[in-house]
């Protein structure tokens, strides 16, 4: 049986005088799937099948169908689990922002793990019976953050908008700022770490500047201040690689507080790396948002401010 994903959204002055085809590849849809949507006539304008160059107006209803089988993300079936509760900061008909706390992983390694994030979702959705257009949403991943890090997560409800925000993350349309308590005194007030970031030689689970396979990567940093030989940091990622500010850091010789892979200082606390904040501009042209995760009782708030 095929999915579907049914859009009915009604044009305004900023989406007027575009030509579908113009708005689609404005929207980020990808071209496999803009091709879709023309070969199978899957769009209507006020319920007519129009050209693709058809001018849009003010108060027109397009409405877009997707089927399953035009999507390169597979099915969702994370098995469900009731154990533990999430926090959704914000939410639409296409996606959640999650509060993940410090310790949860994100996404299940084998099909009999449930206890992660997307698990836990699942079955959040499930009990809410919440619907995605006119289908049941499920947890889609986007990106994620580690295991150690607390804070904001984006999770799809539908395959329909998984290829639109990777495509937003890959051109920086959406901001993600973290916050790092660090070791030692940083000098300088603000800096960017410009320096590729691959496989560790030594330990195929870390990640090191220069290491094997390296791709670029990019985290500009503001130093908000220093207490105890201690400095917190606001961060800010051009890229997403996988421990980016945890090497880009450990690298400057200032390794993150609690940092079990990178900080060979030992403590008895988590990792002190929070994402606090995510700007984040809707899927199809709505409103951007701007979503901030409060600060979590184990992050040491009272040096937060001097």
Excluded: C
Excluded at 186 to 202: F, K, T
Excluded at 227 to 232: D, N, S
């Amino acid at each position: 049986m095929v999915s579907t994903w049914t859009y009915r959204l009604v044009m305004t002055d900023q989406q007027a005088e575009h030509t579908i085809k113009q708005l689609l590849t404005q929207w980020r849809l990808p071209q496999r799937i803009r091709g879709a949507l023309r070969i199978k006539k899957n769009y209507r304008i006020n319920d007519k099948i129009v050209p693709t160059s058809y001018v849009l107006q003010v108060g027109d209803r397009l409405s877009l169908k997707f089927d399953d089988e035009d999507f390169r993300t597979s099915e969702s079936h994370y098995q469900p689990n009731s154990t533990q509760q999430v926090t959704i900061i914000f939410e639409n008909d296409d996606l959640v922002v999650v509060n993940k706390p410090a310790g949860m992983k994100m996404h299940p390694h084998s099909p009999n793990e449930d206890d992660t994030l997307l698990n836990y979702l699942a079955d959040n959705f499930n009990k809410r019976q919440l619907t995605s257009a006119e289908n049941t949403a499920k947890p889609y991943m986007v990106h994620r953050i580690d295991r150690e890090t607390s804070g904001l997560v984006i999770v799809a409800k539908n395959p329909v908008v998984v290829p639109i925000l990777n495509r937003m993350i890959a051109e920086k349309k959406i901001k993600r700022i973290y916050l790092a308590w660090v070791d030692g005194k940083v000098a300088s007030l603000s800096g960017v770490i410009n320096e590729p970031i691959g496989i560790d030689v030594n330990d195929s689970r870390k990640r090191a500047v220069n290491g094997v396979n390296a791709q670029p990567a990019i985290t500009h940093w503001v130093r908000v201040h220093t207490v105890f030989q201690k400095t917190l940091l606001r961060l800010q990622l051009d890229t997403g690689r996988m421990h980016q500010i945890r090497v880009h850091l450990a690298n400057m010789n200032h390794p993150i507080v609690g940092d079990s892979l990178y900080n060979t200082t030992k403590v008895t606390h988590r990792m002190l790396l929070h994402a606090a904040t995510i700007d984040l501009p809707l899927p199809f042209g709505q409103r951007t948002v701007i979503v901030t995760a409060p600060i979590p009782k184990d992050f040491p708030r009272q040096l937060l401010s001097e």
